[in-house]
């Protein structure tokens, strides 16, 4: 069964801790995203990928970190310095960057 | 630079009634547009989308979009709304050229309430 899963589902996190959500895709696409959904501001990008072991920033980056070590996985890091981090964050892929993305199921991380 | 707008906030239809939630865009060159839906504390999911060709395009759920290139639109419809159509509605578009190439633009979503 293809698709696209997070982990994990809520996470909570103590100010000062960074933590690291999981995305992984089993879809064999090239690229992979990952958003940031706040009410009533869409979504918007904070890092993507197009290939294995290349990464870009997008335009939400400040205070998050990613790796692309696999092609279909592709964890995201939000650390002490991101300001306002609970939110609920989207993973998507895509066979390449000009193509329909997918989406995951998503993470809602709030800091306590 | 390039953006998506859509106007409506929110909409609240009876069920049964049609549907048409709108959707303009801002960009250079035709973008690649896309409607996806998403459930309350869920993904979102693919409704459908438009590269090229025919202009009136069809998706799940019983939803189509047409692409009008004179009004910069791509209004989403539906001409009979279930109770279970009740969402929040994304339209977005994608650059297939240019220095913004490969990036997805979304709008601010409109949120749907359907009424018995």
């Known amino acids: 069964d293809g698709g696209i899963t997070q982990s994990p589902k809520y996470l909570f996190r103590k100010e000062g801790q960074n933590v690291t959500l999981s995305c992984e895709q089993n879809?064999?696409?090239?690229?992979m995203y990952w958003y940031r959904q706040d009410p009533g501001q869409g979504l918007r990008l904070i890092y993507y990928?197009?290939?294995?072991?290349?990464?870009q920033k997008g335009d939400i980056a400040e205070g998050y970190s990613v790796s692309r070590e696999k092609k279909e996985s592709f964890p995201l890091t939000v650390t002490s310095a991101q300001k306002n981090p609970t939110a609920f964050y989207l993973c998507?892929?895509?066979?390449?960057?000009?193509?329909?993305?997918?989406f995951g199921p998503g993470t809602r991380l709030t800091v306590l | 630079a390039q953006s998506v707008t859509q106007p409506d906030i929110h909409i609240t239809v009876s069920e049964g009634a049609s549907l048409e939630l709108r959707c303009n865009y801002s960009?250079?060159?035709?973008?690649?547009l896309f409607w996806y839906v998403q459930s309350p504390g869920q993904g979102l999911q693919l409704l459908l989308k438009?590269?090229?060709?025919?202009?009136l395009v069809q998706g799940i759920k019983g939803f189509e979009a047409e692409f009008k290139r004179s009004q910069s639109s791509f209004n989403l419809r539906k001409p009979s709304v279930h109770w279970s159509d009740a969402a929040e509605y994304f339209c977005?578009?994608?650059?297939?050229?240019?220095?913004?190439?490969?990036?997805?633009?979304f709008g601010q979503g409109t949120i749907l309430t359907v009424h018995p």
């Open positions: 998507a892929s895509s066979i390449s960057r000009e193509d329909t993305q997918y």
């Open positions: 879809l064999n696409h090239d690229a």
């Open positions: 990928s197009q290939i294995v072991n290349d990464f």
């Open positions: 960009y250079g060159a035709t973008p690649y």
């Open positions: 438009y590269f090229s060709g025919d202009t």
């Open positions: 977005a578009g994608l650059n297939a050229g240019g220095t913004s190439y490969g990036k997805l633009t």
